[in-house]
């Protein structure tokens, strides 16, 4: 099982920037997908999720309308549109997969996932 992630990068405050996690030997279908991030220094935190049957998604307050999670079952992919962003944002993004039953609420504890991706950085200038 492996969870490629991808698109982080260096942009300026009040910019956009999308990172995408691809993945292989597991049909992301089966799974509720979710964002993390940690920055030096900090513990891993909850970005956003989606669940795996009706696309509910769930947010941290602190990205709540600037971030956008999105699942692409044909593709085997989850993304994370992230818009307006912040100093504060940058961290190191990972993407992680949680098998659950079908109605399943979305988790917030890093502790629930199953699998994770390897991680792709995210800088944010001011």
């Known amino acids: 099982v492996q969870l490629q992630a991808s698109g982080g990068g260096l942009v300026q405050a009040g910019g956009s920037l999308r990172v995408s996690c691809a993945a292989s030997?597991?049909?992301?279908?089966?799974?509720?997908l979710g964002w993390f991030r940690q920055a030096p220094g900090k513990e891993r935190e909850f970005v956003a999720g989606?669940?795996?049957?009706?696309?509910?998604?769930k947010y941290a307050d602190s990205v709540k309308g600037r971030f956008t999670i999105s699942r692409d079952n044909a593709k085997n992919t989850v993304s994370l549109q992230m818009n307006s962003l912040r100093p504060e944002d940058t961290a190191v993004y990972y993407c992680?997969?949680?098998?659950?039953?079908?109605?399943?609420?979305?988790?917030?504890?890093?502790?629930?996932?199953?699998?994770w991706g390897q991680g792709t950085q995210v800088t944010v200038s001011s």
């Open positions: 030997g597991v049909l992301v279908s089966r799974y509720a």
């Open positions: 989606v669940n795996r049957s009706s696309g509910t998604t």
């Open positions: 992680a997969a949680d098998w659950v039953i079908s109605s399943a609420p979305v988790a917030v504890s890093a502790s629930q996932y199953d699998y």
